[in-house]
């Protein structure tokens, strides 16, 4: 598609027009800023008092074991799907529109996933132990952990998609780390020549980094697909009605990557803004963006209307019981939220005209992050409020612990990708030199 | 240890030149270890000096099958270490489906490590005395640099014609 | 360990004691030979026998031994084991240089004792109580503690039990004094008394006696002795048979033996005379058995646990009761075949003509068709039949009448000719006394020192009545266990001691005595009543010759051995006692005189009009006695599931037209006052009825458990006695709900209370379906690949020498399975009660409750379905179903929950972390977390440290961040085992109890080894009504969940009034009204 971009730079402006953000920042950077730290704050004093009171601070109660944290934790996991993806699958199909994302894209994806590991500390009732009892360490008693449990399964997936993620992102800052270096003296020279390695650019060292690159690219493409499945087992291996379905890996992947899309949207608008990219991130890219998270709205979509069909065909009462409340009981709010926000409102991307409207494209994006999240908090809380006996049926209020510890997430998130805004190439200088015209001597 | 080697630095703008002097110098002997320097990795310059596949790929493979193989014995070898039963479900080969999974992540992990290592050793990186002789080349300059070559020699002479930008003598440290 | 020779030595006391043929006391000890060495309760009282098909039954057993014995036996010889209780020198925190006798550290002494009128052994380890179980030989219990009786566990170590009398000082100051201080002032004031009178809590035993002694002691009327008993039923029926027959008791009702019950307000399952021997009769004689099941059909007017029970359940409106049972008693006048002689019917018809203009009225007001009463009439006199009345736990100025009018109809269906509901031997004896409380609130203003001992009149008697004028105007010496609201007006303020501390003696029926001893030291520096009484008797220089009530009673007893004839001297005698922990001297012998003539005194009072309040006996709480024990408080009401708080039940249709709902906080406005409480639509109540619950609305300050829980619904009545018992009238009097648009949320611990037409939770057998299947068999365990609970099987791959499987074996000797009979279950919840106790569980509080966080590891889901007028009422109590296939252990990422090779799922406390994943995979919904580490009793605003001593030692406390359940009392198993192993054998059937099985008055509860096949639990998962929650039907090949429990349920069974010739679908109840049915 990027043979339509209209480029009115040319490859010896990338680097002068992307490292702006070295320089002075926008002002609205260091609002952000100071809004994200106290976010941190607040999270992090709940946190404190979660520790020393007891997790029942938060309003999580029998039937409903898991509430609002578990819901941030596949809340995150799923943002931080997108970053992956853009970089790794679609840089296997060569999609050229990555080349302008794929940098804050990957940056989000690693914070997203730090954050999103943060959950199960919090929410588990003695971070202490859970420490060193999940890992398989030795110990004189040999007690191990149990690889039959999701949960296990979940470290792994998790640790692993964020050490790659991690390579897979730094690996792509290797080369603009050096041009960093070779504009800046002193002191940061010396740092950002470390950071990058020493990197020379010599056609050698760029034939085993693209190699090197495209074999990263393509172990990551299964992980990514594999990590929220195996976050979607966490519900499936169990036998709730409304978790236990064999949908849920392929539909909670589309889900992921609908909200991780959604989130690069809703990230990109005003970083480019703010550090004025509009000439490097052009709207075509933002265009091809928004027809992915279309795609995977789609999906999405259908996924919803299978569940219910399937939990109507079975004629299983149970099942059928948990989806009937859901969309008519007393979590019919949350549920309709996350229909129109995540199938609704998506669909008048259909115009193209409204794909390239900015606000509103942003608009939509923000709601469909809204929508993920109520989605996951319908699965796991109307899941377990009204299951199987009537006389174990209760329900969930969040209390301001949840609220507390879900705001200090979404700063603690924020506060690192502002920094990697404000002292990191936002955009991939060498990947986007690719696709911009070749510096050719005979103009054909 | 040894000094590095001065020589000729030649300094392009243009990608099709480069490549251009890179076919003519390809094979002589008189610009063994050339280097060639790239703001970014066009695949012009990989077809012009069309280098053997890199052997990074058995980086990734070893890794790899160490990971699959270390996921499943880890899994396997704690169940017979102390057997227990959860949910009817017997300890041991028959909860090997379980374990595909470990197996499978630290496949990827593995794999993914070691990738990393070889780029990095192949690429020769870390290099700590990094000798930069062109800040341009991480901009958007080419440029060729022959070892133990002078400005009036023949070399320099070639990636004249090519249309080098400019050539520089660069000193041997 | 207890040695079986001591077992032998404790059974050779009995049979001496209680047989008088002549042996050398202590004969060597025997080699084990269970069974004829044992005697069966049957030959202690007779009449307690079980019918003869039942003991054909029973001996049909394979068994080597009759269960019921191995189960009498083991607890029984636990009691025996232990030594008469005696004051131990205190222990300092040295180590046993010497060890004192029957002491082993870690092993559990058994002490015989009566609490709560039931006669119970009391587990004590290290010298202090831990737990309170039934005494299996007691015929009055057994076996089964009461709920209260197990409860005194935490009243005994009740951190807000004084420590030291008070006493009022001069005008306003009040304050701590030692003992002395406390016998001088009592001396002095006793000397210048002119008038000394007594309120005391009513008792059968000696103590009336020694109060008697001591007012004559120090010149005094015997008649200043004043019984409180707050439960009005006593005296109603002792009264009621007084008139009747010139007879007053309580004749033992024998519901085992009957085929049809018919209730009139019927509360044996509730508040009832005796109420763990009726529940026992009534598991025995009404619910499904060896393919004979009783029938029970209820009027009522409000749902009560009673009625929740019966095959067929009326309505009737509150103080419908005389009318509707003198309307029995008129049908079955009018037929030929009604028993009782000429005279009688004469005398019964006479009252009935005299009440024929309230009998029509109400007939015709309650739509009681003459078809339904002569049907029951009929059904009546066909079989064997009993007619029980009541007013539903409260009682009215009718209440006498209504006993009365019972009677009648009992002479008419021949239940007394039948020795169903009389003995010639065996009258209960009522603990109140006619006419007291009336005589009490007359001539209270005309003493001068008062003293209340053990009851709470400030409190239980309403405002209204003038208590508080007859206890503010004179000095009141306030003798009590726990503080309370007559306290605050005493002069003497004294911490008396707790049951489980005391000496004392029921002579519960005549001729029958229970002893109570001290199972502890004293822990709160209290005194017994009567030892005060004593001492100060001294001090006043009027000593009666006793240095303690332990003496007192000893004389005493020397009366009641000379006259049993026994042939030992009285030491060894009352040693045995104290083992036994009752004695049966001559049984008062008595011949059933006619039916009198009562129409003279027959004169009902007219029912009042409009919305009736009854203030109703809380089935945990009593009056108040129980409110200051939070297990009791938490365990929550059986039908509401309300904790710490008093609702105010009406029916949901007439809520609707009041237009309140369920949490709308009403102000409820009485002739004598009003209070404010939520609304709890309750099905099954006549529209005109407003229940409420007595027993909270505590005086502010008394215990930090009662502070702010409830209000007390006397406040709303007027002063009123029933004319013939003298008792304080709760019921009857019109009230009107005001709404006041307010709402206050009930803590309920169950929030969705019908059933969602999921009837495969709950089946129900018509009669004829379970008759027809009573002899077959299935197996629940017959299912495809179950591992690996059950021995390995042939061909299985697990063989030892496959080298492809880690070596995990079952079990081939135990696997502990538990089931539960829901016919038998009542929703008392008196396992619930067990369970917290004896597990250490940890009562939260409303503010968690309300969150939905209670603790309990057993719960009783009970569910409505039906007519909301008259519905149908199911329990169903889930405690952990230990599934082989447990869905919460393969998904513990850190081996939390495991499964051991006895088939238990175990939960591994110190290895959890707190995912709380198991607890979401339960499909069940009964693992517990600990989302604080709670307090001893209270959670949020009243916060109690734990206190140590009121712990089981043998359970581990949990932390916070930890999951629990229930772990079918796995301490109790391993003791068992290990006192199994030391007498190289496998467990007895029945040899371990767990905490629920042994509270359970109905016997609803069995657990034991399902690998033993003649073991009660394995019959009972071979049951044609057998079923595993969740599982489908395993003998069709539905699987359901396949969670495959261990844990198996008995379905209900219900009579719908054809012996089981007619067959429903088990839903309808054929012969009950429809929705509308009975009300205006």
Redesign the interface.
């Known amino acids: 598609m990027s043979e339509e971009v209209k480029w009115n730079k040319?490859?010896?402006d990338?680097?002068d027009g992307i490292l702006s953000n070295l320089g002075k920042p926008h002002p609205m950077f260091y609002a952000a800023w100071i809004a994200s730290i106290i976010c941190v704050i607040i999270g992090a004093s709940t946190w404190a008092w979660e520790i020393s009171?007891?997790?029942?601070i938060t309003?999580?109660?029998?039937?409903v074991?898991?509430g609002v944290l578990i819901t941030d934790f596949v809340f995150w996991v799923g943002i931080g799907h997108a970053g992956t993806l853009i970089s790794a699958i679609l840089f296997l199909f060569r999609a050229k529109w990555r080349n302008t994302v794929n940098r804050s894209a990957e940056a989000m994806t690693v914070f997203a996933v730090i954050t999103a590991g943060l959950f199960?500390l919090i929410?588990?009732?003695?971070?202490w132990?859970?420490l060193y009892?999940?890992p398989?360490l030795p110990n004189t008693n040999?007690?191990?952990?149990?690889?039959?449990?999701?949960?296990?399964?979940d470290?792994?997936?998790i640790s692993?998609y964020l050490?790659?993620s991690l390579?897979f992102w730094y690996?792509g800052l290797v080369?603009d780390l050096?041009?960093i270096?070779?504009?800046v003296k002193g002191l940061k020279r010396l740092v950002y020549?470390?950071m990058c390695?020493?990197?020379?650019?010599?056609?050698?060292?760029?034939?085993?980094?693209?190699?090197?690159?495209g074999?990263?690219a393509a172990?990551?493409t299964?992980?990514v697909l594999?990590v929220h499945s195996?976050v979607s087992w966490?519900f499936a291996?169990?036998?709730?009605p409304g978790w236990h379905t064999t949908i849920f890996p392929p539909y909670f992947v589309a889900g992921a990557i609908l909200s991780g899309c959604a989130m690069v949207y809703t990230l990109l608008i005003p970083v480019r803004k703010m550090f004025r990219m509009e000439e490097f991130i052009r709207p075509e890219h933002l265009e091809a963006c928004i027809k992915l998270t279309l795609l995977t709205s789609t999906i999405v979509f259908y996924a919803y209307a299978v569940e219910f069909f399937v939990a109507w065909y079975s004629g299983n009462?149970?099942e059928w019981?948990v989806f009937e409340k859901r969309a008519i009981g007393p979590y019919a709010f949350y549920f309709w939220v996350m229909v129109f926000c995540n199938c609704i409102f998506p669909m008048i991307w259909w115009s193209k005209a409204m794909r390239n409207n900015v606000a509103v494209s942003l608009v939509v994006a923000v709601l469909i992050n809204v929508g993920m999240w109520f989605e996951r908090y319908n699965i796991i809380v109307s899941s377990?409020a009204?299951?199987?006996?009537?006389?174990?049926?209760?329900?969930f209020?969040p209390t301001w612990g949840d609220i507390g510890l879900t705001v200090g997430s979404f700063g603690w998130f924020s506060f690192w990708f502002l920094i990697f805004c404000r002292f990191f190439p936002i955009v991939s200088m060498?990947?986007l030199?690719?696709i911009m015209p070749?510096?050719?001597?005979?103009k054909h | 240890m040894k000094r590095r080697p001065g020589g000729v630095l030649a300094v392009y703008r243009y990608l099709d030149q480069l490549t251009d002097a890179m076919k003519k110098i390809k094979g002589r002997s008189d610009f063994d270890d050339h280097e060639v320097f790239s703001p970014t990795s066009y695949h012009e310059i990989e077809e012009a000096a069309d280098y053997p596949p890199s052997p990074v790929r058995y980086f990734t493979l070893a890794g790899a099958l160490t990971g699959t193989i270390t996921g499943f014995t880890l899994a396997l070898w704690i169940d017979y270490d102390w057997p227990l039963v959860v949910g009817g479900k017997l300890a041991g080969l028959y909860s090997l489906p379980a374990y595909f999974i470990v197996g499978f992540e630290l496949t990827i992990l593995f794999g993914g490590l070691m990738t990393i290592l070889g780029m990095l050793v192949m690429g020769r990186l870390p290099n700590p005395k990094q000798r930069i002789l062109d800040p341009r080349f991480t901009d958007d300059r080419f440029g060729i640099f022959v070892p133990n070559a002078t400005l009036d020699g023949e070399q320099a002479n070639l990636l004249k014609q090519c249309g080098a930008e400019e050539i520089r003598l660069i000193e041997s440290v | 360990m207890r040695s079986i020779d001591s077992d032998l030595r404790g059974l050779e006391d009995q049979r001496e004691v209680f047989v008088t043929n002549d042996q050398p006391f202590e004969s060597p000890a025997k080699e084990f030979v269970p069974g004829p060495l044992y005697k069966n309760i049957e030959e202690v009282i007779p009449e307690l026998a079980e019918s003869q098909e039942i003991q054909d039954a029973s001996a049909a057993k394979k068994l080597p031994v009759d269960r019921r014995d191995f189960m009498r036996l083991f607890s029984v010889s636990a009691a025996l084991a232990s030594t008469a209780c005696v004051y131990r020198p205190v222990e300092k925190a040295v180590p046993y240089v010497e060890q004192p006798k029957d002491f082993v550290p870690g092993v559990a002494n058994y002490y015989a004792t009566t609490i709560d009128r039931v006669g119970v052994v009391v587990k004590t380890r290290e010298g202090r109580p831990v737990f309170v179980e039934g005494n299996p030989e007691h015929p009055l219990s057994q076996g089964s503690p009461s709920i209260m009786a197990m409860s005194e566990l935490q009243a005994l170590f009740h951190p807000d039990r004084r420590v030291a009398p008070q006493i009022q000082y001069g005008t306003n100051r009040r304050g701590d004094a030692n003992w002395d201080e406390v016998y001088d002032r009592l001396g002095v004031r006793l000397k210048d008394a002119k008038k000394v009178g007594f309120l005391v809590k009513g008792t059968t035993g000696h103590g009336v006696q020694f109060y008697k002694d001591f007012l004559k002691n120090i010149g005094q009327s015997e008649d200043n002795l004043y019984l409180y008993e707050t439960n009005g039923i006593y005296n109603a029926i002792s009264e009621a048979h007084r008139l009747a027959f010139g007879i007053d008791g309580i004749p033992r009702t024998d519901m085992r033996r009957t085929k049809l019950i018919l209730g009139v307000g019927a509360e044996f399952l509730d508040e009832g005379v005796a109420p763990i021997f009726e529940q026992k009769s009534w598991s025995v004689g009404h619910t499904f058995r060896n393919g004979a099941k009783g029938r029970f059909v209820q009027f009522e007017s409000r749902l009560t646990l009673t009625g929740g029970k019966a095959d067929e359940r009326h309505v009737i409106g509150p103080g419908d009761e005389l009318a509707v049972t003198l309307a029995v008693v008129d049908s079955l006048l009018k037929r030929s075949e009604a028993k009782g002689t000429a005279a009688e019917k004469a005398n019964i018809r006479a009252v009935v003509d005299a009440q024929r203009s309230l009998i029509d009225s109400t007939k015709q007001r309650l739509k009681l068709s003459d078809d339904l009463l002569n049907k029951l009439a009929g059904e009546l006199l066909s079989r064997k039949s009993l007619v029980q009345v009541g007013e539903s736990g409260a009682i009215s100025p009718n209440g006498t009448l209504v006993q009365l009018a019972g009677i009648m109809a009992n002479v008419l269906v021949g239940a007394y000719a039948e020795r169903l509901q009389f003995f010639d031997q065996g009258w209960f004896k009522s603990p109140g006394r006619a006419g007291d409380i009336a005589r009490f609130l007359n001539e209270g203003k005309t003493y001068d020192v008062l003293f209340v001992v053990n009851v709470d009149p400030a409190f239980t008697m309403p405002a209204s009545s003038g208590i508080a004028d007859i206890l503010k105007g004179r000095s009141i010496i306030s003798m009590q266990s726990m503080p309370c609201a007559t306290d605050t007006y005493a002069e003497f303020a004294l911490n008396t001691h707790n049951p489980l501390e005391a000496w004392g003696d029921e002579e519960l029926v005549a001729g029958f005595w229970s002893l109570q001893q001290p199972t502890v030291r004293p822990v709160a520096n209290s005194r017994q009543p009567e030892d005060i009484l004593l001492w100060a008797a001294a001090k006043m220089g009027k000593p009666m010759g006793f240095e303690d009530y332990r003496s007192y009673l000893r004389d005493k007893w020397k009366l009641v051995y000379k006259e049993s004839g026994i042939n030992k001297d009285f030491e060894t005698f009352f040693k045995a006692i104290q083992r036994k922990g009752f004695f049966v001297s001559q049984l008062s012998k008595r011949d059933m005189p006619a039916f009198g003539t009562v129409a003279e005194r027959f004169q009902p009072l007219p029912l009042k009009s409009g919305m009736r309040l009854i203030a109703h006996l809380d089935s945990k709480l009593r009056d108040g006695y129980g409110a200051d024990r939070p297990v009791l408080q938490e365990a929550g009401d059986g039908l509401t599931t309300i904790t710490w708080d008093t609702w105010v039940a009406i029916n949901p249709n007439k809520a609707r037209e009041l237009g309140v709902k369920y949490n709308d906080l009403v102000v409820v406005k009485g002739p004598g006052g009003s209070f404010e409480a939520s609304i709890y639509p309750l099905p099954g109540l006549h529209y005109d009825t407003v229940a409420v619950p007595r027993g909270r609305g505590q005086k502010q300050g008394l215990s930090r458990i009662t502070d702010g829980v409830g209000v007390d619904p006397l406040v709303a009545l007027v002063a009123e006695v029933d004319p013939l018992s003298g008792d304080p009238v709760t019921s009857g009097q019109t009230v009107e709900i005001i709404k006041t648009g307010r709402r206050y949320r009930l803590a309920a611990m169950q929030k969705h209370n019908d059933i969602a037409n999921r009837r495969d939770i709950m089946p129900v057998y018509p009669l004829a379906v379970a008759v027809a299947n009573v002899r077959k068999e299935k197996d629940l365990d017959d299912v495809p690949d179950l591992y690996p609970s059950l021995a390995p099987k042939e061909g299985d791959l697990r063989s030892p020498n496959s080298y492809l499987f880690p070596d995990w074996k079952a079990s081939t000797e135990y696997r502990w399975g538990m089931s539960i009979d829901l016919e038998r279950c009542t929703g008392c919840g008196a396992c619930t009660v067990a369970c917290d106790l004896e597990n250490n569980v940890p009562q939260i509080g409303r503010e968690q409750v309300l969150i939905g966080r209670e603790m309990h590891w057993i719960r009783v889901d009970r569910y409505f379905s039906g007519p909301v007028d008259n519905p149908e009422v199911s329990y169903q109590p889930v405690p952990c179903q230990h599934c082989n296939h447990a869905p919460c252990e393969a998904v513990c990422p850190v081996y939390a929950t495991t499964h051991d090779q006895e088939g238990l799922n175990v939960q591994t406390y110190n290895r959890c972390v707190g995912t709380r994943y198991c607890a979401n995979a339960c499909p069940y919904k009964i693992r517990r977390f600990n989302w604080f580490t709670h307090k001893w009793n209270v959670m949020g605003d009243r916060p109690i440290d734990r206190n140590p001593r009121a712990l089981n030692p043998d359970v581990t406390v949990r932390t916070r961040g930890i999951m629990e359940k229930c772990t079918l009392c796995v301490q109790r198993i391993r003791e068992g085992k290990h006192n199994a192993k030391q007498q190289g054998r496998l467990v007895f059937d029945g040899e371990i109890r767990t905490a629920c099985q042994v509270a359970c008055p109905s016997d609803a509860i069995t657990f034991g080894n399902l690998l033993d096949p003649n073991s009660r639990v394995a019959k009972n998962r071979k049951d044609y009504r057998a079923y595993l929650l969740l599982n489908g039907k395993p003998e069709l090949g539905e699987y359901g969940l396949k969670t495959l429990p261990n844990v198996n349920y008995i379905a209900k069974v219900l009579h719908d009034g054809s012996e089981g010739i007619a067959a429903g679908d088990g839903h309808d109840r054929s012969g009950a009204p429809g929705p509308a049915g009975g009300h205006p």
Do not use: C
């Open positions: 040319t490859i010896s990338v680097n009171v007891g997790i029942g309003g999580k109660t029998s039937p074991y898991w199960p929410h588990v009732g003695r971070l132990l859970a009892w999940f398989p040999n007690i191990w952990p149990n690889f039959r449990s999701p949960l296990v399964w470290l792994f997936a692993t050490t790659i390579l690996m080369p050096a041009s270096r070779d504009r020549g470390v390695f020493g990197w020379r650019g010599t056609a050698k060292q760029w034939h085993h980094y693209e190699a090197g690159y074999f990263l172990l990551a299964p992980l594999s195996i966490d291996m169990s036998i709730q009462a149970y019981g377990l009204e299951d199987f006996l009537p006389g174990s049926w209760g329900h209020q060498s990947e030199k690719l070749k510096p050719l001597s005979k």
